[in-house]
Structures are given as structure tokens and as C-alpha cells.
């Protein structure tokens, strides 16, 4: 029995919609309840030619690749049937890390290469190598890491203890929370056959590198910690359609990796009997759980609103574990020292 494209639920009567070229049932037969963005794009831009453009994460646009006319029998006339799918039209929308670009026939083969026509407007080096893109935003999320965690006064009692490797390895594992989580998003995107790279992002980059600068301030002048981010990067998916099985697993494997890796370390904190090594293990367990529930905020450009528009039972479910795991690690962090499993531990 075939499934709806927007919901996934199966359905003996099916409606075929010629403007984005998928079936739906009879709650998302119209262009509006699956969220046909080609019919949102003609109804908003009204009669006459325009461009369809290609755009990025920061709402950036670039130049795409073909006209459309659009005439006044076309406005608001949904229109099914149920033969072949026509020739789809390319469209695209912008959703967090994502760049959606309907109509994977219209993207070429080599879509991150220069020579392919696409322009990439919000995006650093746009058409260097992944593993560049990479080395920067690891480099700079360390950075950020380590100015955060880093204390003298803490640093001088963990040298002394001969633990002083511990803030950088805490740091380190801020920095794969994050690189983990875009790579997730990235090989689920790979497995559907889309292309998908991790690129720098101009804004992030400037985000990232003010963060960069207030710990240093931070560190030099030992006063309290201003507040940092870090986002220098994200993953680039073309061709994604709107809300279906493919984008909501593509969102959901981000936080899916997230609460992995902070379980797998939540248990290393138990097997390993020595304080503060085990103390400092839940500590990056916490990084991960937070990192996930906040990108599973169900609002704006967060994993989170994609994949509750996709299947709201996956959606809580993911929300459910992260939560109750980083509400019990934290609790587990700030037990008093007489109680705490780690401080029990030598």
C-alpha cells in the first residue's frame, strides 16, 4: 500500500500533485497542507518571470538555474492526477544547516565543484576541499572549548593531581559533540544519495571568532565568563524535498548522534574508578545532551521543528531521552560530595 509523502501513513486512496510531483493523502492532497513550495513560491511572487533562486543557510541567495512562467490559470489551481509525475520545476528553501533544492535532476553531478554553475553566497571558501572546511571549524571550536573549561586556579590543582591533560580532553570532546552532530546529518544525507558537504559559514565565522575573542578576555583579565559561541560551520544537503522520511531522518541524526555519544560517556563515567577523570567524563556527557536538546527546540532553524513536522512520536521520543539523561547527569554532577558516585571513587 503506498504512503502519503508528507506523513508517511499508508493510504488505499492517494492524490497525485503535479506541482512538486508526489502523492498524498486525502488530509495533504492540497499544495498548501504539504507545503508545496513551488505553489507558495507562485502565489507569492504573482504573475510574470522570475528567478528561482538557490539559497543558503544565512537567507543568502544565489543565482539558480532556469526562469518560470508563471500565467494567471496557474494561481491557486491545485491539480492532480493519476499518471506519471511530470517534470518537476526547481525550487528551494533554507532550514538550519540545511539547503533544500527541489528537483535533484536540475542539480549537477558535481553541485560543490566551481565549474558547476552554482554560486554559494554565506558560505567561506566555498569550493575548497571539505577536509579544509573542517580542519578551520574544529580548530576554532577547540579554541572556544578550551578558553571555556580552562580555569587557573582549577588547571594548578588538576596539575598538581597530574590530571592536567583533563581540560584539554574535555575541550576535545566538545569539539566532536559538535563535529559529530554535522556528521551525522551529513552520511544520512550521503546514504539517501544527496550531496552534502560541511561548509563554513560567513556569519557563523563571525560569531565563532567573537566568541573566540571574549574568552580570551575572559583568560586575561580572570573575571567571570562571557558568553561564547561557536558555529562556524554546518552541513550543506542538496536535494532534499520539504517534510518527509528523508529530511526528518536527515534532522533527526544530528541529536541521534548527540545523545549517543553522551550515553556511551555518561557509562565510561561509572566504569572508570578514578576521580576526577570519571567526574570530568560526565561532565562531556552533559556537553553532548545539551548540544541535542537545544537543537531539538522545536522553533526556527533547529533540527527539532523538522522533525516534529515529519513524525511527532520520533520527535518526542528523541526529546523525552534527552531531556530526562541531561536533567540525571546534571543532577549526578552536583550531588554534594559526601553522596556523589564520583567523589566516592579514588
Given at each position: 500500500?503506498?504512503?502519503?509523502?508528507?506523513?508517511g501513513?499508508?493510504?488505499?486512496?492517494?492524490?497525485?500533485c503535479?506541482?512538486?510531483?508526489?502523492?498524498?493523502?486525502?488530509?495533504?492532497?492540497?499544495?498548501?497542507?504539504?507545503e508545496?513550495?513551488?505553489?507558495?513560491?507562485?502565489?507569492?511572487m504573482?504573475?510574470?518571470?522570475f528567478?528561482?533562486?538557490?539559497?543558503?543557510?544565512?537567507?543568502?541567495?544565489?543565482?539558480?538555474?532556469?526562469?518560470?512562467?508563471?500565467?494567471?490559470?496557474?494561481?491557486?489551481?491545485?491539480?492532480?492526477?493519476?499518471?506519471?509525475?511530470?517534470?518537476?520545476?526547481?525550487?528551494?528553501?533554507?532550514?538550519?544547516?540545511?539547503?533544500?533544492?527541489?528537483?535533484?535532476?536540475?542539480?549537477?553531478?558535481?553541485?560543490?565543484?566551481?565549474?558547476?554553475?552554482?554560486?554559494?553566497?554565506?558560505?567561506?571558501?566555498?569550493?575548497?576541499?571539505?577536509?579544509?572546511?573542517?580542519?578551520?571549524?574544529?580548530?576554532?571550536?577547540?579554541?572556544?572549548?578550551?578558553?571555556?573549561?580552562?580555569?587557573?586556579?582549577?588547571?594548578?590543582?588538576?596539575?598538581?593531581?597530574?590530571?592536567?591533560?583533563?581540560?584539554?580532553?574535555?575541550?576535545?570532546?566538545?569539539?566532536?559533540?559538535?563535529?559529530?552532530?554535522?556528521?551525522?546529518?551529513?552520511?544520512?544525507?550521503?546514504?539517501?544519495?544527496?550531496?552534502s558537504?560541511?561548509?563554513?559559514?560567513?556569519?557563523?565565522?563571525?560569531?565563532t571568532?567573537?566568541?573566540?575573542?571574549?574568552?580570551?578576555?575572559?583568560?586575561?583579565?580572570?573575571?567571570?565568563?562571557?558568553?561564547?559561541?561557536?558555529?562556524?560551520?554546518?552541513?550543506?544537503?542538496?536535494?532534499?524535498?520539504?517534510?518527509?522520511?528523508?529530511t526528518?531522518?536527515?534532522?533527526?541524526?544530528?541529536?541521534?548522534i548527540?545523545?549517543?555519544?553522551?550515553?556511551?560517556?555518561?557509562?565510561?563515567?561509572?566504569?572508570?574508578?578514578?576521580?576526577?577523570?570519571?567526574?570530568?567524563?560526565?561532565?562531556?556527557?552533559?556537553?553532548?545532551?545539551?548540544?541535542?536538546?537545544?537543537?531539538?527546540?522545536?522553533?526556527?532553524?533547529?533540527?527539532?521543528?523538522?522533525?516534529?513536522?515529519?513524525?511527532?512520536?520520533?520527535?518526542?521520543?528523541?526529546?523525552?531521552?534527552?531531556?530526562?539523561?541531561?536533567?540525571?547527569?546534571?543532577?549526578?554532577?552536583?550531588?554534594?560530595?559526601?553522596?556523589?558516585?564520583?567523589?566516592?571513587?579514588?
Amino acid at each position: 500500500m503506498r504512503k502519503c509523502y508528507h506523513c508517511g501513513r499508508e493510504s488505499s486512496e492517494l492524490y497525485y500533485c503535479e506541482e512538486c510531483g508526489h502523492y498524498y493523502c486525502r488530509l495533504h492532497k492540497d499544495p498548501i497542507d504539504h507545503e508545496c513550495n513551488i505553489k507558495k513560491e507562485e502565489s507569492a511572487m504573482g504573475l510574470g518571470t522570475f528567478n528561482v533562486y538557490f539559497e543558503g543557510p544565512e537567507s543568502q541567495s544565489t543565482r539558480g538555474t532556469e526562469h518560470r512562467e508563471v500565467f494567471p490559470s496557474e494561481q491557486n489551481q491545485p491539480s492532480y492526477q493519476s499518471t506519471s509525475a511530470s517534470d518537476l520545476e526547481s525550487g528551494t528553501r533554507t532550514d538550519g544547516s540545511f539547503i533544500w533544492y527541489r528537483g535533484e535532476r536540475n542539480i549537477p553531478e558535481n553541485a560543490f565543484e566551481e565549474d558547476s554553475g552554482i554560486e554559494f553566497k554565506g558560505i567561506l571558501f566555498p569550493y575548497r576541499s571539505e577536509l579544509l572546511h573542517f580542519f578551520i571549524g574544529a580548530l576554532l571550536i577547540y579554541s572556544i572549548g578550551l578558553l571555556g573549561f580552562y580555569n587557573p586556579q582549577n588547571q594548578a590543582q588538576l596539575n598538581e593531581l597530574g590530571y592536567g591533560w583533563i581540560t584539554f580532553m574535555v575541550a576535545g570532546i566538545y569539539t566532536t559533540a559538535f563535529l559529530f552532530h554535522e556528521l551525522g546529518h551529513r552520511q544520512v544525507a550521503i546514504h539517501f544519495g544527496l550531496q552534502s558537504k560541511f561548509r563554513l559559514l560567513k556569519y557563523g565565522m563571525m560569531i565563532t571568532l567573537m566568541g573566540l575573542i571574549m574568552g580570551i578576555i575572559t583568560l586575561i583579565t580572570s573575571s567571570r565568563a562571557l558568553p561564547a559561541f561557536a558555529l562556524p560551520g554546518a552541513v550543506v544537503v542538496l536535494g532534499l524535498d520539504t517534510i518527509d522520511r528523508k529530511t526528518g531522518l536527515c534532522k533527526a541524526a544530528g541529536p541521534t548522534i548527540n545523545l549517543i555519544y553522551g550515553s556511551i560517556l555518561l557509562i565510561i563515567s561509572f566504569i572508570i574508578p578514578i576521580y576526577p577523570i570519571n567526574y570530568f567524563i560526565s561532565i562531556s556527557a552533559s556537553i553532548n545532551f545539551m548540544l541535542g536538546a537545544f537543537n531539538l527546540i522545536p522553533i526556527g532553524i533547529l533540527d527539532g521543528q523538522a522533525i516534529m513536522k515529519w513524525n511527532k512520536a520520533v520527535y518526542l521520543l528523541l526529546a523525552a531521552l534527552m531531556v530526562v539523561l541531561l536533567i540525571g547527569n546534571y543532577i549526578l554532577i552536583y550531588l554534594p560530595t559526601n553522596i556523589s558516585p564520583y567523589y566516592q571513587i579514588s
